[in-house]
């Protein structure tokens, strides 16, 4: 797993350039990204944001050199293929609920070289923060500062992640997890940035806010793949 993961991980990236153009990419390659949603249980609506994604790869690829295959990928942590897809997406809203397995899973996931990036649509950060405390029972979810190379390794955000949506009014805020220190998950908080990929016609976000959420998307998925 971890030798997969890695080949994944540290592709070389032609980082973006006003000439990007579509990559010329078979569904086979095994270089290329797809970005995988990770399902759970507990009730909350883990599939929630269906045109999140496909734009989120549209974007990479009209916006970026990176390789990606635009395909629906939903996994468990439990999954044998998880090992394909080094970048796991979770939102939704409410409670998450991991089994003792899916724990155990995630964990190898994540220090094998796999990344999360997880999406408080809203309601979420309490269930989300039990649930790493069981996968990583000796770390927390500390804040990273606005210098860190997630907000400045593509798109500059010098104030940290935009804010999307009004949620509670609170400021947004970016959350991680080091494993061995590389940043293994990342967490946003008060943004909302995955309602921010999706159609306009689902929440009427202004250009800038979709813009914004698109940006900040790439910066992740590049910092993923480069550390």
């Given at each position: 797993?971890?030798?997969?993961l890695?080949?994944?991980l540290?592709?070389?990236l ?6 990007a153009q ?6 086979s390659?095994?270089?290329?990204l797809?970005?995988?949603?990770l399902?759970f ?9 269906r045109?999140?994604?496909?734009n989120m790869?549209r974007?990479?690829?009209?916006n970026?050199?990176i390789?990606?295959?635009d ?11 998880l ?6 997406f979770l ?5 998450i ?9 995630l ?5 094998s ?6 999406n ?5 950060a309490?269930a ?7 996968v990583f029972?000796e770390?927390e979810?500390i ?12 798109f ?11 949620h509670d009014?609170?400021?947004?805020q970016?959350?991680g ?8 998950v ?15 016609e ?7 806010k ?13 910092y993923?793949?480069?550390?």
């Amino acid at each position: 797993m971890n030798k997969l993961l890695r080949a994944f991980l540290f592709l070389p990236l032609l980082i973006i350039r006003s000439d990007a153009q579509p990559p010329d990419i078979a569904v086979s390659d095994p270089s290329a990204l797809t970005i995988a949603r990770l399902r759970f249980g507990g009730g909350s609506d883990w599939y929630w944001g269906r045109s999140s994604i496909p734009n989120m790869h549209r974007y990479l690829i009209e916006n970026t050199n990176i390789a990606v295959v635009d395909k629906e990928v939903n996994v468990q942590a439990t999954d044998p293929e998880l090992v394909n897809y080094p970048f796991l997406f979770l939102t939704g809203h409410g409670n998450i609920r991991l089994t003792d397995k899916e724990v155990s899973g995630l964990r190898d996931f994540l220090t094998s070289g796999g990344f999360l990036f997880a999406n408080d649509s809203y309601g979420l950060a309490a269930a989300f923060r039990r649930e790493m405390k069981r996968v990583f029972p000796e770390k927390e979810l500390i804040e990273l500062p606005f210098n860190h190379e997630i907000y400045h390794c593509l798109f500059e955000f010098p104030n940290g992640l935009p804010k999307i949506h009004e949620h509670d009014g609170k400021p947004p805020q970016g959350f991680g997890i080091f494993w061995e220190d590389r940043l293994v998950v990342f967490f946003d908080y008060e943004s909302d940035i995955g309602d921010g990929w999706e159609d306009y016609e689902v929440h009427h976000d202004p250009p800038e806010k979709r813009e914004a959420a698109l940006k900040m998307g790439a910066n992740i998925i590049t910092y993923a793949m480069t550390h």
